[in-house]
């Protein structure tokens, strides 16, 4: 998590959000139990000691999901991320949503301090929400998703991108707040979806 210098502050802003969600990310996959406690170390990061994947294919597929939306999100494209569990059936049991946004138009790096401050109240908020989260099968997968406000306008760029094979629910699923993070220029809100109890059983 080594940030580059001589960056503009509009970009250095962008790598502190997508920093920020691997972090939180990898949180919420060590909170599930989706694998085994030995899959993550304990390392800091801003002065916290938080959870990162020591098995390279998930620390791989955590990081490049991210790093590949940066240009998106420079753009403002990218609404939400989601990290979403599902059954062998592709039906999600469960969404962890972050809705994000960077204000491009601010002109300065976001201090250290403030987002240490922040990250801080966002994860020990993040670290109580697994009362709320249903218990885990054995049977459940995840994957990370994106919510575009709009498909990317270059053809290499939508290359990137493929459909979710995931189902999705047909009523307004049940929704519980987490969290909420606004220090200029970035806004960050964790939301988690359970489906309604409407829903139609599979």
Do not use: C
Request: aromatic letters at 10%; a neutral charge.
């Amino acid at each position: 998590m080594e940030r580059k210098k001589k960056q503009s502050p509009q970009n250095e802003n962008v790598k502190y959000l997508v920093e920020f969600l691997e972090v939180a990310i990898t949180s919420i996959i060590f909170l599930k139990g989706i694998y085994p406690d030995g899959a993550f170390e304990r390392r800091r990061y801003m002065n916290l000691v938080v959870h990162t994947a020591r098995h390279p294919q998930l620390n791989h597929y955590i990081q490049h999901s991210l790093n590949s939306l940066v240009p998106h999100i420079q753009q403002g494209l990218v609404e939400r991320v989601a990290v979403i569990f599902f059954n062998r059936d592709k039906i999600p049991i469960e969404k962890f949503m972050f809705k994000i946004n960077v204000n491009q138009s601010y002109e300065s790096v976001i201090e250290d301090v403030d987002l240490g401050v922040s990250l801080r109240a966002f994860l020990t908020k993040l670290s109580q929400s697994e009362p709320l989260s249903k218990a885990v099968s054995k049977d459940w997968k995840w994957e990370i998703m994106s919510y575009f406000r709009s498909i990317p306008s270059t053809s290499e760029d939508a290359d990137m991108w493929v459909g979710t094979r995931t189902q999705q629910w047909q009523q307004p699923p049940l929704i519980t707040p987490i969290k909420s993070m606004n220090i200029d220029p970035l806004s960050v809100q964790l939301y988690i979806e359970h489906p309604s109890l409407l829903e139609p059983k599979p």
